[in-house]
């Protein structure tokens, strides 16, 4: 089992309340001692120990941190599970994860998944004697091909997927991981706890960029994983502990701040992405347009069943080069041209030569990452003014 967390004093008060009411209370009850309404930051490296071994639960920041356990018990609170683990990065939560696999075991992952994850793969944990196979796991018959009985470990989902919004059918790739006795992982970090609920569709952990949408607004680098699975969850506090990749305490607090306002920032985010998507989709100088939300989209009928909304990042592939589609994704004006994805302001890159630009163009181009495709992460701005500014970059990157 894992150490026990110290901080709140109850962490079951709000067990069976709303999303929303969770997001503001959960892990995070008034300060004991002043009364503060919010989690204090707690700015200290150390603990007193009034003797040897005779703390009050907490003794080094890197081992814990009330803060940091605060808004551990709000991220599994808000998933549905029991533990909660927070790093200093979404990469350091991935590669904490991969730490508990040996040599010779086997990874089975989404073809398309986020660039930086891929770069984790193939240049950390594959000279390490990880291997690793990519596969469309939409197509079902292709992901059971690729597991491999005695040695596949773990199959890492992301859905929606990084950058072409792939919904991946959790239940049914967890049952085959289930069958081999391997773990799944959900990369949860587009739809966020608020749209999907991997844990209760069978996935064993959750892992989330908290820098995204979690923390949503642009000022905070986190990460996190959840699971119910109390071996896994040990394993992952000795790593945490071990290797050190732990949160700051004002990284903590500006999670949670964050967290408290995910409810109404994503139905919000929903409600434009859909707008934006619609209009783009009738544009006669974009080639496709990928929505979850669409029911041109493929997997459409399989988000509306195991997503509780469709999220705030929508794909588009314009009719053009990489130098017109540069000059497009540079003429925004409200839309900011930048990485990342989740905040309250808009985001426009192009994956190809961006977030994905370590993946080998031969690859991306093999699953469809092409110089065209354009990704929007819509943020909370007025619709009205997005959709301006799309059709004056169109006009200004002619």
Same mark, same amino acid.
């Given at each position: 089992m894992t !150490?026990?967390?110290?901080?709140p004093p109850r962490d079951d008060l709000y067990e069976g309340s709303g999303f929303g009411t969770r997001a503001i209370h959960a892990g995070q009850p008034p300060d004991p001692v002043t009364g503060a309404v919010m989690v204090p930051i707690y700015q200290t490296s150390t603990f007193v120990q009034e003797g040897v071994g005779g703390h009050k639960g907490y003794e080094y920041a890197r081992t814990g941190n009330p803060t940091r356990t605060a808004l551990e018990t709000c991220l599994a609170s808000l998933e549905g599970g029991k533990h909660g683990t927070c790093f200093s990065s979404g990469c350091a939560a991935t590669s904490t994860v991969l730490h508990t696999l040996s040599p010779g075991d086997h990874v089975v992952s989404s073809d398309d998944v986020y660039g930086g994850t891929w770069r984790?793969? !193939?240049?950390?944990?594959?000279p390490l004697g990880i291997e690793?196979?990519?596969v469309d796991l939409c197509d079902l018959e292709a992901a059971r091909a690729a597991i491999r009985p005695s040695q596949t470990k773990l199959i890492w989902i992301e859905t929606p997927t990084n950058p072409l919004l792939k919904v991946i059918d959790i239940t049914a790739v967890a049952e085959m991981a289930h069958a081999v006795g391997a773990k799944a992982l959900v990369d949860n970090t587009f739809a966020t706890p608020y749209f999907q609920s991997p844990l209760a569709l069978g996935a064993d952990m959750i892992l989330h960029s908290t820098t995204k949408y979690l923390g949503g607004h642009s000022d905070v680098v986190g990460g996190a994983v959840i699971t119910s699975d109390d071996d896994f969850a040990s394993e992952m506090f000795r790593l945490q502990n071990s290797i050190g990749a732990t949160p700051g305490p004002q990284d903590c607090f500006l999670t949670m701040r964050g967290i408290k306002t995910l409810h109404v920032r994503m139905d919000r985010h929903e409600a434009t992405a859909k707008t934006l998507a619609e209009f783009l989709s009738e544009h006669e100088e974009v080639a496709s347009v990928i929505y979850p939300g669409l029911p041109s989209?493929?997997?459409?009928?399989l988000a509306a069943r195991q997503m509780h909304g469709f999220g705030g990042m929508l794909s588009f592939e314009l009719k053009a080069d990489l130098a017109r589609a540069e000059r497009f994704?540079?003429?925004t004006k409200v839309m900011t041209l930048a990485e990342s994805l989740g905040g309250v302001e808009s985001l426009i890159e192009l994956p190809a030569a961006m977030t994905h630009a370590s993946v080998p163009p031969e690859v991306r181009e093999s699953i469809g990452i092409r110089d065209g495709l354009v990704r929007l992460s819509v943020g909370l701005e007025d619709e009205r003014d997005l959709r301006a500014d799309l059709e004056?970059?169109?006009e200004a990157s002619r």
């Open positions: !150490e026990p967390k110290v901080w984790i793969f !193939e240049s950390i944990f594959k690793f196979t990519y989209h493929p997997q459409h009928e994704v540079s003429s004056q970059a169109f």
